[in-house]
């Protein structure tokens, strides 16, 4: 059976925290291995401070949606925000590149995000957001490791 | 939620950190960082993270632009305690190849006197 849920928050920092205990929370039953719950909260983290910093410019009348949705094991994580939006997406996705050097960020959210997750589908328009998907399997995997 | 602790040892500076790293915390490591570095002199830093049970890219940019401001006084930097998830990212960002990692911080301690000995 499918089980979706949803939350929305404004584009603030002391918000990623509670945003990837949240998935994390909701995917624990799943009964995840400890570093595929860790993997899942650092997409959900990376995703979130896009949405924040980048798509919201540290705006924190911005808001950031999540919706999350488990079946057959797997979880499917949209993170969407109306912000900026990315102008080129495959300049995005390459390690170390970042628009904000002043900031330190170190311009591997996105290669992390491919690099933890199954499946990462990117959409953006600079005139209505970024929508960041991905699928990650969780339930199922433990047994391949009983010798 | 982030605590910071440093302790300095000559020219070597060790940081602890415990909590997650993430943006909404890396801006207060940095300062504390950055002014310890500079209040210390320091030449060697080692970031203790084995309290850190999870830290983004953030912590990366962070330690990154830390290495960038020993590495100008021709300093190192060590990384020690990381757990399966932080060392991925340090894997997946190529940081090992311009840092040393240690299991523990006093490996890191007695590897920097070591190298020390030997330049004397």
Known sequence: MQNTMTISFNALGENEAFSRVAVASFAAKLNPTVDDLAELKTAVSEAVTNAIIHGYDSNPAGIVYISATIEDGEIDVVIRDEGRGIGDIEQAKEPLFTTKPDMERAGMGFTIMEH???????????????????KKQLAGKRANCVK | ???????????????????ELDH??????????????????????IWNLSGLPFMDSSGLGVILGRYRQVNEMGGSVTVCGLNTQVKRLFQLSGLFKIMYVDQTEQEALNRLEESSCKTR
Do not use: P
């Open chain 1, 116 to 134: 933890f997750t199954d499946l990462l589908e990117i959409e953006s328009s600079t005139s209505s957001g970024t929508i960041v998907r991905f």
């Open chain 2, 1 to 19: 939620m982030v605590t910071m602790k440093a302790e300095a040892r000559g020219k070597v500076l060790i940081i602890r950190l415990t909590g």
């Open chain 2, 24 to 45: 909404y915390y890396s801006e207060q490591v940095k300062e504390f960082t950055e002014q310890q570095i500079e209040a210390n002199q320091t030449q060697h830093l």
